[in-house]
């Protein structure tokens, strides 16, 4: 047996420490998302345990252990010198503004549901079985959806779209579009927002989605311009579509070629693909970074399942790279394929016939 480095055994330890520090800390951000803690603080107003329970109406001696939490984990605040705790404008961007591009609250949500899910996880290793996406506890789909849209607010309107030659006028002179694996449909909503006279139907197989993207759309005053239907990739309707769109859901489908090959089908002779994925270089080595491991662990634990749960069960993950991506679209029969823009967190391809 070989001997540890006595070095490299005090690093990883020490790492270890603070990857505990870390998981730890994500339950207590849970909390103050989901009790307004957060929101209570985002005036930047310094508290005391005491005021804040006022405000709250939360009991202080809690209130006291969470915010020590919190300025140990630096995510708030203390000022020693009157005892008090604050959120800088940063923070709050962070953990309370819910339509800031740094909101994370989402991001904790769905780390929960890997952690309510792993015995789940744990049994299809053992028997290669996949996990579907409606198997998964519910704070997935909503921590989801609270994720991805303040990526979307910040980019797709301004950038994702006008990267796409045409695409921008073709939606603000009343385009046909399908937006597939919708969930609770931030981004359906989002462009039916920007283009009222656009013609948008929003698609997913997962039903309970399905509701609260019907609702949503009624909560943010454009029903009457946006529909919701349970559909899956493969079978959603043909309706010479001058948009098919696909966020952040390509890499959970079992068949991908075949959705491509069906989004070909809907699609107007010059219509387009746009496909949103998670952003990846095309090696491993290039990948292991620190978006990659949050990838690569949510690939783990959420998007392989999904895709091996499915027919043809391809397994892309959420790493897949642009020449996976670009195989993928190749073979489902179509020609063109480019990558128009990117972000730390995205790869946005346009993708015709």
């Known amino acids: 047996m070989r001997q540890p480095d006595p070095q490299k055994l005090d690093a990883l330890v020490g790492r270890m420490v603070g990857e505990l520090g870390a998981a730890v800390t994500g339950a207590t951000v849970l909390l103050g998302d989901q009790l307004g803690i957060y929101k209570a603080m985002a005036d930047g107003v310094p508290v005391t345990p005491e005021s804040l329970a006022r405000k709250t109406g939360y009991k202080e001696r809690y209130l006291r252990e969470w915010l020590s939490a919190q300025a140990a984990a630096e995510y708030i605040d203390?000022?020693?010198?009157?005892?008090?705790?604050?959120?800088?404008?940063?923070?709050?961007?962070?953990?309370?503004?819910?339509?800031?591009p740094a909101f994370f609250g989402g991001a904790f949500e769905i780390m929960q549901s890997i952690w309510l899910d792993e015995p789940k996880i744990a049994e299809a290793f053992r028997t290669g079985a996949g996990v579907g996406w409606h198997d998964h506890s519910q704070c997935?789909?909503?921590?989801?959806?609270?994720?991805?849209?303040?990526?979307?607010?910040?980019?797709?309107?301004?950038?994702?779209?006008?990267?796409?030659?045409?695409?921008?006028?073709?939606?603000?002179?009343?385009?046909?579009?399908?937006?597939?694996?919708?969930?609770?449909?931030?981004?359906?909503?989002?462009?039916?927002?920007?283009?009222?006279?656009?013609?948008?139907?929003?698609?997913?197989?997962?039903?309970?989605?399905?509701e609260r993207a019907r609702a949503a759309a009624k909560e943010a005053g454009v029903d009457d311009r946006v529909t919701f239907?349970?559909?899956?990739?493969?079978?959603?309707?043909?309706?010479?579509?001058?948009?098919v769109a696909m966020f952040d859901c390509?890499?959970?489908?079992?068949?991908?070629?075949?959705?491509?090959?069906?989004?070909?089908?809907?699609?107007?002779p010059d219509g387009t693909?746009?496909?949103?994925?998670?952003?990846?270089?095309?090696?491993?080595?290039?990948?292991?970074?620190?978006?990659?491991?949050?990838?690569?662990?949510?690939?783990?634990?959420?998007?392989?399942?999904?895709?091996?749960?499915?027919?043809?069960?391809?397994?892309?993950?959420?790493?897949a790279g642009e020449i996976r991506l670009r195989k993928v679209a190749m073979d489902a029969g179509f020609s063109h394929f480019r990558r128009a823009t990117e972000t730390p967190f995205n790869m946005v391809f346009d993708v015709r016939a």
Request: aromatic letters at 10%.
């Open 140 to 210: 997935l789909f909503r921590g989801t959806e609270r994720f991805f849209r303040p990526g979307y607010n910040a980019h797709l309107i301004e950038e994702w779209i006008p990267a796409i030659d045409g695409l921008k006028d073709k939606l603000e002179h009343g385009a046909r579009v399908a937006d597939v694996g919708c969930g609770h449909g931030a981004s359906t909503i989002l462009m039916a927002k920007a283009f009222p006279t656009a013609k948008l139907t929003g698609f997913d197989y997962h039903g309970p989605s399905i």
């Open 78 to 100: 203390y000022n020693d010198e009157d005892s008090t705790f604050s959120l800088s404008p940063e923070q709050a961007m962070a953990f309370a503004d819910e339509d800031s």
């Open 250 to 268: 390509l890499h959970d489908m079992g068949d991908p070629v075949g959705a491509g090959k069906h989004v070909r089908e809907t699609l107007a």
């Open 273 to 319: 693909w746009m496909i949103v994925e998670p952003f990846a270089h095309d090696t491993l080595k290039e990948n292991l970074n620190p978006v990659g491991r949050i990838f690569y662990g949510a690939s783990t634990m959420v998007c392989t399942p999904a895709s091996l749960s499915q027919e043809v069960g391809l397994g892309l993950g959420a790493q």
């Open 229 to 243: 239907e349970q559909a899956s990739a493969k079978d959603f309707p043909a309706r010479d579509y001058d948009l």
